[in-house]
């Protein structure tokens, strides 16, 4: 290093940052933000041939450390838990990373060393899952703060503190689920995410939440549906893991919320809308929160058909918003808006929330 960028971070230590993961560790908070508003605008303007789109700088959700409350562990020769150093298979120990949460950094240190392949753990309020895949030698099972182990069809092991569900509470709602079910890493960004929906929703534009049909498609357990159904509308939720549409289902009854579920593929579904079937009106509004690889030309031509007045896309990978975008500018769509948020900070990544008018 010659001459240190003023984005660099004062406590900067080269020695820390060497697994592949918080590849933006050693820039400062507000750089890192820079730096993500850039990548999201330069992707909707390359992959997505926008000019000029409206995009908000990327702000700050939470904690910039300890917000991870999800992760998977490779494991090292020694049975140590860790990530694999950029660009190779070697491990480097989890004990140093800032991004986990303290429980997920306490179960690391409980379980030490294990005889499994590979090993997620994740820390929700008081609840404790470890999902503990088979090495070839076999599963010695853990040791550590357990009161329950779940076997799995595919012989991995789920070891839980707690009842055998693990919940978070996030804007006055109670969302609780199995650990094989999403929820957001990010519990703190989680509740940005449902307060930015709403308000994109919510947008004079679409004439506000209340009474409006909305379709949330890749619902998961519900996070963004209930908001959406305490706010007023009439909801839909589509989701494909058949254990989270049926906690979303429950977690909307046990708030007492109207909420309808469909546990089945986003792709299907709008299939079968398409064709008129079912009792379905068509929706006012569309949210969509598809995993990395984006929605894809299929679902983007079944919701161009469908035509709601506007579409909320929460994406967690700019590139391949920006390929969707480009399909629903095609199909007819504005882009109105494009939040991006900091859900992932010391990384690359980054949560958008965009807004799509007809
Ligand atoms: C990024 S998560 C979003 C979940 C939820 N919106 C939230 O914020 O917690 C994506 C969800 O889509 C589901 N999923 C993935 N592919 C799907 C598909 N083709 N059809 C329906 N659901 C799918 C996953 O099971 C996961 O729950």
């Not at 506007?310 to 975008?325: G, K, N």
Request: hydrophobic share 45%.
């Amino acid at each position: 290093m010659l001459r240190p960028s003023p984005d660099r971070a004062a406590d900067d230590d080269p020695q820390r940052h060497r697994c592949g993961g918080c590849d933006l560790e050693h820039v400062t908070a507000a750089g890192q933000r820079r730096l993500k508003t850039r990548v999201v605008r330069e992707q909707l303007e390359r992959l997505g041939g926008l000019a000029a789109p409206p995009v908000d700088v990327c702000r700050e959700v939470g904690p910039a450390t300890g917000y991870r409350n999800r992760a998977r562990f490779h494991v090292d020769d020694d049975g140590r838990l860790g990530f694999f150093l950029p660009g190779s298979h070697e491990v480097v120990p989890a004990t140093t990373c800032r991004a986990l949460a303290p429980g997920v950094q306490e179960v690391v240190e409980a379980i030490g060393t294990t005889s499994a392949a590979e090993v997620t753990v994740r820390a929700h309020g008081q609840h404790r899952a470890v999902v503990l895949a088979p090495g070839p030698g076999g599963l010695e099972l853990p040791e550590g703060p357990f009161d329950l182990l779940l076997e799995q069809p595919d012989g991995s092991v789920v070891a839980m503190r707690g009842d055998g569900v693990l919940a978070e509470e996030v804007a006055g709602l109670r969302y609780r689920f199995d650990a094989t079910s999403f929820f957001q890493n990010n519990t703190a960004g989680a509740e940005a995410l449902v307060h930015h929906v709403l308000e994109a929703v919510g947008s004079p534009k679409t004439g506000g939440v209340d009474g409006a049909l909305v379709w949330d498609l890749y619902a998961g357990v519900g996070l963004l549906s209930l908001p959406l159904a305490r706010a007023g509308a009439e909801v839909v939720a589509v989701e494909g893991h058949e254990p989270a549409a049926a906690w979303a289902s429950r977690n909307a009854t046990d708030a007492g919320l109207d909420l309808e579920v469909a546990a089945e593929a986003v792709h299907r579904f709008l299939r079968a809308a398409r064709r008129g079937e079912g009792p379905m009106d068509p929706p006012d509004v569309v949210v969509l929160d598809p995993p990395r690889t984006g929605a894809g030309q299929d679902v983007v031509d079944d919701l161009v058909a469908l035509a709601p007045a506007t579409i909320v896309y929460v994406a967690c990978d700019p590139a391949a918003l920006a390929r969707d975008a480009k399909a629903l500018v095609a199909g007819g769509y504005r882009l109105t808006a494009a939040r991006p948020l900091d859900l992932f900070p010391l990384t690359h990544h980054v949560e958008t929330v965009v807004t799509f008018a007809r």
